[in-house]
């Protein structure tokens, strides 16, 4: 693998933006890193630090930093989408749409299918043997919870061609508009009080962030310290003022919260994230002049999606093993809870490293057949494949495996969705994305 990374490295163009890509690993990092910290389990479950010391709750405005990975896909999925535009053959149809759906979801639905079919047999064999009650429980069902972010995920990359033809004609117009939008979600919402609005903020608030991105491949963030004044004051007039919770993150027992479904706070705390990052741009660029900066970057990028998917299981493992061992596990934020805190982030990270190491090959892409001329229908399919894996990555990200067979589903917006169910869309749709997307062969 060193010698492949020592490779890819070296061939880098001297025109790709690698800020764009330290940004990627770094924000899935800081992810990571958060819910590592933030878990505070007990032999009796699992709960939330910040629950448990409101005061840290401030944290989450530096460790919430899901908008600049949505704004970095942004900038990507143009830069992609416009590649293989002026690469069409003529008379290739819807096919680019289909062609690009499955270039950009390769990486990502493929480690994920195997991560839900692992997940889900190991979830069978257990319930089979009459297990899943306590941590075993609890880890069955919260290990699939980071599955949301790919749900988005899945729809920024199906949005990017008609969203991108918005920014261009609007340029920041198509932004303001779906900021807009977002404005009158929150207003329906809290003042007049109208059920189920609140979910088009997922599609509102992500995609306006993602549409930054697009801002930001034509180079148009010109002012990024206007940027960041602007979202900070903002966001913090709406926590003070507004119906806002201070943490960026959902808390247990809250009412509202700013992530699920996403806020006019978040979209605001995005935004100052994105100025934030853009001011750093220039020294950041610098550093990953040196090599050995840059070697490092590359390798991570090879194992990032991975490491997300598994950086859970390696946790509840974690605390799976002290817990045989008789290990005694402190009050959360008590002082021996804290000092036990670096070993526990040390064991979990050693083993999210064995667990990339078992699983990285399913992140690099598959190899491409040669393409054809692009068939009518192929666009449509390959939409109705990213809607089906939409639905059934949400799904699975709310049900979780507990309950696999006794029926338990969870409400996606106003629908109950099962894990069999969820599973199986997930792969339906996948297949869909790979029969459409092989009408190009596109990379």
Not at 9 to 19: M, N
Not at 149 to 172: C, D, K, N, Q, S
Not at 349 to 357: E, F, M, Y
Request: charged share 15%; glycine share 12%; with cysteine.
């Amino acid at each position: 693998m060193g010698s492949s990374v020592r490779e890819l490295a070296g061939a880098t163009p001297v025109t790709r933006d690698r800020y764009v890509d330290l940004l990627r690993v770094a924000s899935l990092g800081a992810v990571v890193l958060g819910h590592w910290l933030m878990a505070a389990v007990t032999p009796d479950g699992v709960g939330n630090l910040l629950a448990v010391v409101p005061a840290l709750q401030p944290l989450t405005w530096l460790l919430q930093v899901m908008p600049v990975f949505f704004f970095v896909g942004g900038f990507s999925h143009a830069l992609s989408y416009r590649s293989l535009l002026r690469k069409r053959p003529e008379g290739a149809g819807d096919s680019v749409y289909s062609a690009f759906l499955r270039a950009r979801l390769q990486r990502l639905l493929r480690p994920t299918m195997v991560f839900v079919l692992v997940w889900g047999a190991a979830a069978l064999l257990v319930q089979l043997l009459g297990g899943g009650g306590g941590l075993t429980g609890v880890t069955l069902r919260m290990v699939t919870q980071p599955l949301w972010f790919i749900g988005i995920y899945l729809a920024m990359v199906a949005f990017t061609p008609p969203l991108l033809r918005l920014h261009e004609r609007y340029g920041w117009g198509a932004f303001a508009g779906l900021a807009g939008a977002a404005v009158a979600v929150d207003v329906l919402r809290f003042a007049v009080g109208v059920p189920y609005v609140e979910f088009l903020n997922f599609a509102f608030v992500w995609l306006a962030v993602h549409q930054l991105g697009f801002l930001r491949a034509d180079d148009r963030i010109r002012r990024p310290a206007m940027l960041t004044g602007a979202g900070l004051v903002a966001a913090t007039a709406l926590v003070a003022f507004g119906p806002y919770p201070l943490s960026m993150v959902g808390m247990p027992g809250e009412k509202v919260s700013n992530m699920a479904p996403p806020t006019l706070a978040l979209l605001a705390h995005g935004l100052w994230l994105v100025g934030a990052v853009e001011l750093l741009r220039a020294p950041a660029a610098r550093l990953l002049e040196r090599p050995r900066v840059w070697r490092t970057v590359v390798a991570a990028n090879g194992v990032a999606m991975t490491a997300f998917l598994w950086h859970l299981t390696a946790m509840f493992g974690v605390y799976g093993a002290l817990l045989a061992l008789d290990v005694e596990l402190p009050e959360p934020a008590s002082a021996a809870w804290w000092t036990q805190v670096p070993l526990r982030i040390a064991l979990a990270a050693g083993l999210t490293v064995a667990l990339v190491a078992a699983f990285r090959t399913f992140e690099r892409p598959a190899p491409s057949a040669p393409g054809r001329p692009g068939a009518t229908g192929e666009g449509p399919l390959a939409a109705l494949g990213a809607t089906l894996c939409l639905l059934g990555v949400l799904g699975l990200s709310m049900v979780g495996f507990n309950g696999l067979l006794d029926g338990r589903t969870a409400l996606l917006i106003a629908i109950p969705v099962s894990a069999p169910a969820a599973v199986a869309m997930t792969l339906g749709g996948w297949l869909l994305v790979e029969r459409a997307g092989r009408g190009r062969g596109a990379r």
